[in-house]
């Protein structure tokens, strides 16, 4: 028998955190029931990457959007252990399956949210892909430029890996208890905890001043004219490349499609590359957030360690590690002393 034989797991999640964070799951006995939309997950399309992220899982179709099937999900909810979900922050609670609706039928289950930069914050509606998550957690260094197609996803892979390891942890309190948990993960939260962890490096070097195109126009480095820079984060969806053109004055190219862009690569991304370089950072910024594009500046260590974000998730407390996962009933506890060496010979569990 496999360590997590008999978990129950509900799967709602698409393309590669919570598809790695459930098979994480599965490979070591869990059931897992993988929910998908009619047409199937977006992923399928590039089978070579759903393939290695969605083994040992079953398959349900079922379109939220339609009462009998959102009234299937959530039966299925009531007989499971474990919910993820990673939709944006309030799409589950508007499709009739956010985390009050289903403890409510199910107090005892585990749910996991996980999101770009969580379900509360300042940042928290702030779309995104891998790139930004690095930039705002400042594990991206101040001369990076644009990431290679095959580049390691670093943020999607390290926020699934601590989403498996805490929904486990909640269904050990769980089956002790009877009492479920609410887990709100970001993928930025969980590298800038990382970066936290490690004292920052004397003799900074210095900002990025190149540029290279990235794997799909809009998704990379961009220096600004202030000798800073941005990351943008567009991959296939329309709206988030929309969004980005109108912001930078580029509307001959809004309406492109992604099998098009993808055709265009360097001249499209040189065109984004060459609207951010006009601007200065927190220029580029305010254009391209107030637009709901996917952008973030690429921060230092320091910048990460006082940014209000990353303060009100508790990821950094009082300008030292704090924790990498939230959650609602049963939180983590604050940092804490330190032992001296040998301080406590002699004690035992009980002392």
């Known amino acids: ?7 129950r797991v509900l799967d709602l999640t698409m393309w590669r955190p919570g598809p790695y964070a459930t098979q994480l799951l599965a490979q070591q006995g869990a059931d897992v029931i993988k929910v998908e939309p009619p047409g199937g997950e977006p992923m399928r399309m590039f089978r070579s990457h759903f393939d290695v992220l969605n083994q040992h899982k079953r398959s349900v179709v079922l379109n939220l959007k339609d009462p009998a099937d959102q009234a299937r999900c959530l039966e ?5 252990e474990v919910f993820v979900e990673g939709f944006r922050p309030g799409v ?14 199910n107090p005892g289950l585990v749910y996991c949210s996980l999101s770009g930069y969580g379900a509360r914050g300042p940042l928290s509606a702030v779309p995104g892909h891998d790139v930004n998550y690095r930039a705002y957690s400042a594990s991206l260094p101040p001369d990076a430029v644009s990431p290679d197609a095959d580049e390691l996803p670093v943020a999607d892979m390290a926020a699934a890996t601590m989403a498996a390891f805490a929904i486990t942890a909640a269904c050990l309190k769980s089956r002790a208890t009877g009492i479920g948990e609410w887990i709100d993960l970001g993928m930025a939260d969980v590298v800038a905890h990382w970066v936290a962890t490690v004292p920052e490096a004397h003799g900074a070097r210095e900002r990025v001043t190149e540029y290279r195109p990235g794997p799909v126009p809009g998704y990379g480095v961009y220096p600004t004219k202030d000798g800073q820079a941005v990351t943008v984060g567009v991959v296939s969806e329309q709206r988030l490349w929309e969004a980005t053109c109108r912001a930078l004055g580029l509307e001959e190219f809004a309406d492109v499609p992604f099998t098009e862009r993808r055709a265009r690569v360097r001249e499209l991304d040189e065109a984004i590359a060459a609207a951010v370089a006009r601007l200065e950072r927190d220029e580029a910024l305010g254009l391209l957030e107030a637009a709901g594009a996917p952008v973030a500046p ?6 990460m360690m006082e940014h209000r974000h990353f303060r009100y ?9 704090g924790v990498p996962v939230r959650t609602a009933v049963h939180p983590a506890l604050p940092a804490g002393p330190i032992a001296e060496l040998d301080e406590h010979r002699g004690q035992g569990w009980a002392d």
Do not use: F, K
């Open 76 to 80: 299925l909810a009531r007989e499971a």
């Open 313 to 321: 998730r508790g990821v950094v407390e009082n300008g030292t590690v």
């Open 298 to 303: 690429l921060l230092s260590r320091a910048e």
């Open 1 to 7: 028998m496999a360590l997590l034989d008999g978990l």
């Open 92 to 105: 589950a609670d508007r499709l009739g399956v956010g985390h009050e609706s289903v403890l409510a039928i």
